[in-house]
């Protein structure tokens, strides 16, 4: 299958700071990528929809401000998490869908995904 | 609206029987359904995908799931489990009159493979 690269793995911060999670698709394009979080033993939470060239599309209840996503070209989006505080340590995990055969019926490929602590 | 239900949180089998791992699903018009498997600290891997034709899917390592569209289920299975499937599976759904593409997935099921 497709592969998704996420970086970095795992990160740790002070609070107050910024971090920036990177999303590549390495071997096709995304014109569509998507950010999830996941808290422990619980299941993915949509947070955005990243759209090559366009506003992000975020869900209800998603700060866009805290939460900067940016997807400048069509194997790249980044999500900043700015001004980090301890209940934002999480699990975030980006995913993209193929530019070329990406329809409702094709899977997405998913990020190793990023461990973000924030002390 | 869409959603997944996947109504164990755990799953405890003996390595070399079968498994199986429920997931029921609501959603309008034609299902579009997905199983991913988790290890720790990972991200998701795709194992199989039902869109249309056969109701019994075949996917990665051994893994295949029954579509059935009068239950609303499309439950994983696997004839013989080995150890190394202890994961977390997510089932997942995107309704096929949906237009904006994203994928609602269930809360989970840990499978725990004892030897």
């Known amino acids: 299958g497709a592969v998704v690269s996420q970086h970095p793995s795992r990160v740790i911060c002070k609070s107050g700071t910024s971090v920036k999670i990177e999303c590549r698709s390495l071997?096709?394009?995304?014109?569509?990528m998507f950010w999830y979080r996941q808290f422990p033993k619980q299941s993915l939470m949509l947070m955005a929809t990243?759209?090559?060239?366009?506003?992000?599309?975020?869900e209800q209840g998603v700060e866009k401000d805290k939460f900067l996503i940016n997807h400048a070209s069509l194997t790249l989006s980044t999500l900043t998490v700015t001004s980090a505080h301890p209940e934002d340590s999480s699990f975030y995990i980006c995913?993209?869908?193929?530019?070329?055969?990406?329809?409702?019926?094709?899977?997405?490929?998913f990020g190793q995904g990023t461990r973000l602590t924030v002390v | 609206a869409q959603s997944v239900a996947q109504p164990e949180d755990q799953v405890n089998v003996a390595e070399g029987n079968p498994l199986t791992v429920k997931c029921t699903y609501s959603v309008s018009g034609n299902p579009y359904l997905f199983w991913y498997v988790q290890y720790p600290n990972r991200g998701l891997q795709f194992l199989l995908k039902?869109?249309?034709?056969?109701?019994l899917v075949k996917g990665s390592y051994g893994f295949e799931a029954e579509f059935n569209k009068s239950q609303t289920s499309f439950h994983l299975k696997k004839p013989s489990a080995l150890v190394s499937d202890s994961a977390l599976y997510f089932c997942a759904v995107r309704g096929g009159n949906t237009g904006f593409q994203k994928l609602v997935f269930g809360t989970g099921t840990r499978l725990l493979v004892s030897p």
């Open positions: 990243s759209n090559e060239g366009s506003k992000a599309t975020y």
């Open positions: 071997d096709f394009q995304a014109t569509t």
């Open positions: 995913s993209a869908r193929d530019a070329g055969t990406g329809g409702q019926n094709t899977e997405a490929f």
């Open positions: 039902y869109i249309t034709g056969d109701n």
